[in-house]
T-cell receptor, first 117, second 109 residues
Framework: DSGVTQTPKHLITATGQRVTLRCSPRSGDLSVYWYQQSLDQGLQFLIH???????AKGNILERFSAQQFPDLHSELNLSSLELGDSALYFC????????????????FGPGTRLTVL | GEDVEQSLFLSVREGDSSVINCTYTDSSSTYLYWYKQEPGAGLQLLTY?????DMKQDQRLTVLLNKKDKHLSLRIADTQTGDSAIYFC?????????FGTGTRLQVFP
């Protein structure tokens, strides 16, 4: 158990709808990262928040947005959903602003599986 | 942009060693990581290596880094059926991890 929690575990919805995925980082971690894992695109970085502020953006669509709240949990909002948005969405957390060092690696949650019908 | 490549499949017999290979393009990598993903589960950090190291050993895991060729490998000694999973190498680059395609390791008795 990495200490990162994600809800819901599974989500099934229809095209055109909007969903919100939630992530609670490990206790004390200030950084939250979102990733998308799909069969055709592999595992891709979406966005990084540190202590409530956006730090870096990856291949995140304009239909997607995220935020990190004062209690450090984060939400990923996906709107105008398309079939191709079906994927496993991971959240990861790390202690500091930069999750790329040996003492501060990223710990991943179990993911939310989104199915768009 | 930066790219990380892996072979897609590896099949080994239980008790043998497994070697999973990875190549990357980023010459300014600081850390390179290996993650494991079991079916239906999230990513689990296995080990990492700093870019100025050639080798790192951690119990049954050995990571070799050839910085000149930008080649990274993960050797699993005495592979067990519980090692069956997808293994991802990842390159840390300016505030994000760039993942490889993943190598599916199948261990048969």
């Amino acid at each position: 158990d990495s200490g990162v929690t994600q809800t819901p575990k599974h989500l099934i919805t229809a095209t055109g709808q909007r969903v919100t995925l939630r992530c609670s980082p490990r206790s004390g971690d200030l950084s939250v990262y979102w990733y998308q894992q799909s069969l055709d695109q592999g595992l891709q970085f979406l966005i990084h928040y540190y202590n409530g502020e956006e730090r870096a953006k990856g291949n995140i669509l304009e239909r997607f947005s995220a935020q990190q709240f004062p209690d450090l949990h984060s939400e990923l909002n996906l709107s105008s959903l398309e079939l191709g948005d079906s994927a496993l969405y991971f959240c990861a957390s790390s202690a500091s602003i930069s999750g790329g060092y040996s003492t501060d690696t990223q710990y991943f949650g179990p993911g939310t599986r989104l199915t768009v019908l | 942009g930066e790219d990380v490549e892996q072979s897609l499949f590896l099949s080994v017999r239980e008790g043998d060693s497994s070697v999973i290979n990875c190549t990357y393009t980023d010459s300014s990598s600081t850390y390179l990581y290996w993650y494991k993903q079991e079916p239906g589960a999230g990513l689990q950090l296995l080990t990492y290596i700093f870019s100025n190291m050639d080798m790192k050993q951690d119990q049954r895991l050995t990571v070799l880094l050839n910085k000149k060729d930008k080649h990274l490998s993960l050797r699993i000694a005495d592979t067990q059926t519980g090692d069956s999973a997808i293994y991802f190498c990842a390159d840390y680059n300016t505030d994000k991890l760039i993942f490889g395609t993943g190598t599916r390791l199948q261990v048969f008795p």
